[in-house]
């Protein structure tokens, strides 16, 4: 319970409170214009100074944050097992809490602090303190502990309209995660909350594999999906050519001057090409010149006499007599013909022999050059078989990727419907051994309802089609005014019993006037009633922050004794909670 609200601020207005209902007032002078508002008088301002005593984040726009506020201290006194704390708190410094207790207290046992009268911790360290004290949270079960907070607790106890608060019951945050309000409204309603960790886990899990499948759908898997290309095919395939390729590059020798002696392959290739060409037409020569011998031969048959006889030309004494030397002259020229023939043709038949010669000494050298390349290899031929293969593995990497994560994602969709299935029917299970907590809290919120005007809410605690827990409040008459402001009040008045039943020290509850800005006059009353006579029974502080007019004269005098002394009101800057304007 809270005792008292103040601060190291000289003007600031201290708030001291008391068990069951308090009410915190703001009221309007007759000074006010409509130009004038009273929401800048400290009402909002006092529950979030409670959320900053109780190890809320504090953020560079923060009140605490600002130049005039951040070295003064934020006081609250707080008496908790009977033992009385003095939490101090300052913008400075809002990474820690100051701390004055008793000591025998909690706190000191839980860090063993003994014989310090003052302590300074974090305020993480602060925010366990009080989850294991007002919660009974178990800081060494990891499962909790990661997934359930003191600060995720403590404002469905103390909304804050600036977070959305009061837009739904199951929330005291606008965006907040439906898996995380699972996990801590089925703690505060003493459900398995394991269950819904779960399940948080069991979406988490599903929402890997979306993310996966978006993940692989690059341009490389659209390709190898829309060519139409199987798997397990192109892998076997892939996988054999891989080999193949390993096994030439194993036995593929690389020979140092393999350039060069392909060099010289190919001049005796030219070499032997050019010096064939020369015999071929050397060769022709030779035909020509047998030829030609032959028709030497058979002019020593010819006869110059007897053909002077055939054109019966009577030839002159002269040419008879000397007829004789001429045949000589001929003879001897048909002679030294056939010789030169002879001579040329030999010339030439030997000129071809050392031709071939030449060509069998270089083929046989071609033949030994060609005989190590064909056994060896240049680098840059071993560097692109090596490309080539690195290409079929890169591909073949690329395929196995895409079929692990096809297959992964099958048998983990599998899986998780599997778990999915289990999850159902565990939830389902624990909703029927936890039926007398389930019951317990229907019927606190029937009978808040049945307090207020048109009895309008209900609380449904199931499961969803998929098997998650179903906590939601719902209403019975939907044309009552300010039926969501109902809906809260019904719920929030459920939790606070809740906590109590399930032995708990959470003994606190706060409700903004937003809460109430909605609602009839009839049900504002019926709301102040029971919160009075509810909080007295149950053994828990109940406060309000309301502006006076929108308290209905039919409950004031009931409620007199809650009214808190201080009446903020905006006559001066002395009126509102700060004591200054800011």
Not at 141 to 161: A, G
Not at 277 to 306: C, G, P, T, V, Y
């Amino acid at each position: 319970m809270i005792k008292k609200i103040y601060s190291t601020l000289s003007t600031f207005n201290t708030i001291e409170l008391h068990e069951g209902l308090n009410i915190l007032l703001a009221d309007i002078t007759q000074k006010s214009t409509v130009k004038d508002t009273r929401n800048g008088l400290g009402k909002t301002t006092f529950i979030e100074i409670i959320h900053f005593l109780y190890g809320s984040s504090c953020t560079n726009k923060s009140v605490f944050k600002m130049e005039q506020f951040k070295d003064e201290f934020f006081i609250m006194d707080l008496e908790l097992n009977n033992n009385l704390y003095i939490v101090k708190r300052r913008g400075s410094e809002s990474n820690f809490v100051y701390v004055e207790c008793e000591e025998v207290s909690d706190l000191k046992k839980k860090y063993g602090m003994s014989g310090i009268s003052n302590i300074k911790i974090k305020v993480t360290e602060w925010n366990e303190f009080l989850g294991e004290f007002l919660f009974n949270l178990n800081s060494r079960d990891e499962l909790i502990k990661s997934n359930l907070k003191f600060r995720s607790l403590f404002p469905y106890f103390s909304r804050l309209s600036k977070d959305g608060g009061y837009l739904d019951s199951t929330k005291y945050f606008k965006t907040q995660n439906v898996h995380l309000t699972q996990i801590a409204l089925s703690f505060l309603l003493g459900l398995d909350t394991k269950l819904a960790i779960s399940y948080k886990h069991l979406e988490e899990k599903k929402k890997e594999i979306t993310d996966l499948k978006k993940a692989i759908e690059t341009d490389s898997y659209n390709k190898i999906m829309n060519d139409g290309i199987n798997l397990d095919t192109e892998i076997t395939i892939l996988t054999a050519k891989i080999s193949k390729s390993k096994n030439d590059l194993e036995n593929f020798l690389v020979h140092p001057q393999y350039r060069e002696i392909e060099i010289e392959a190919n001049n005796y290739a030219q070499k032997i090409s050019e010096l064939s060409n020369q015999n071929f037409m050397d060769r022709q020569i030779i035909s020509e010149l047998m030829i030609a011998s032959k028709s030497e031969r058979n002019i020593e048959d010819f006869n110059l006499f007897e053909l002077y006889n055939e054109v019966e030309i009577k030839l002159p004494d002269i040419v008879i007599k000397t007829y004789d030397e001429s045949k000589l002259f001929h003879e001897q020229l048909i002679k030294n013909r056939k010789k030169y023939l002879q001579e040329e043709l030999e010339q030439y038949n030997e000129i071809v022999i050392k031709r071939s010669q030449l060509i069998n000494e270089l083929s046989l050298e071609q033949s030994k050059k060609m005989t190590i390349l064909n056994t060896h290899g240049a680098l840059d031929q071993y560097s692109l078989l090596q490309s080539e293969m690195n290409e079929l593995v890169s591909k073949l990497d690329m395929y196995q990727k895409q079929q692990h994560f096809l297959n992964m994602m099958r048998e983990e969709a599998a899986k998780l419907k599997i778990e999915e299935q289990r999850l159902i029917i565990e939830i389902n299970k624990s909703l029927e051994g936890h039926s007398r907590t389930k019951q317990h809290a229907i019927l606190l919120v029937e009978e808040v309802s049945n307090c207020l005007y048109n009895s309008v809410a209900q609380l449904h605690i199931g499961q969803t089609k998929n098997g998650r827990y179903d906590i939601e409040m719902v209403s019975r008459n939907q044309n009552s005014t300010g039926i969501n402001s109902m809906l809260i009040f019904c719920f929030d008045m459920m939790l606070i019993q809740m906590s109590k039943f399930l032995d708990r020290k959470m003994d606190m509850l706060i409700h903004d006037s937003s809460l109430f800005d909605p609602v009839d006059e009839r049900q504002i009353a019926e709301a102040l009633r029971f919160g009075k006579d509810k909080s007295i029974v149950a053994g828990f502080q109940y406060i309000v922050t309301l502006n006076s007019d929108d308290l209905p004269d039919s409950v004031r005098k009931e409620v007199a004794s809650s009214i808190l002394p201080v009446l903020l009101t905006d006559a001066d800057e002395s009126g509102c909670l700060f004591g200054v304007y800011y």
